[in-house]
Nanobody, 115 residues
Framework: QVQLVESGGGLVQAGGSLRLSCAAS????????MYWYRQTPGKERELVAG???????DYADSVKGRFTISRDNAKNTMYLQMNSLKPEDTAVYYC?????????WGQGTQVTVST
């Protein structure tokens, strides 16, 4: 059974930092590209960052220079280090992994950035 479990969200002041984690089943994590998305009410889910199994990363323009995606292949875990957080980063953050016939999603973790 495929599982993706996010953790690490919370309330932080603008300019602060948070580190999100996504613990994944080995079957979906091993050798697979992984993604972080975010969503705010009334808006479509937005791609934040992605990372290949080899560690190559890419970012949305809105988070470049502030967020860092990484993964620990031995632990089947992906991370998102978020620095210099802004109120507009407030969202539910999801990890995602493509499967053979569908995309798998975690349950999401809320990040709230106060002014």
């Amino acid at each position: 059974q495929v599982q993706l479990v996010e953790s690490g969200g919370g309330l932080v002041q603008a300019g602060g930092s948070l580190r999100l984690s996504c613990a994944a089943s080995r079957t979906i994590f091993s050798g697979n590209v992984m993604y972080w998305y975010r969503q705010t009410p009334g808006k479509e889910r937005e791609l934040v960052a992605g990372i290949t199994s080899g560690g190559s990363a890419d970012y949305a323009d809105s988070v470049k220079g502030r967020f860092t995606i990484s993964r620990d292949n031995a632990k089947n875990t992906m991370y998102l280090q978020m620095n210099s957080l802004k109120p507009e980063d407030t969202a539910v953050y999801y990890c995602a992994a493509p499967g053979s016939s569908r995309t798998y999603w975690g349950q999401g973790t809320q990040v709230t950035v106060s002014t």
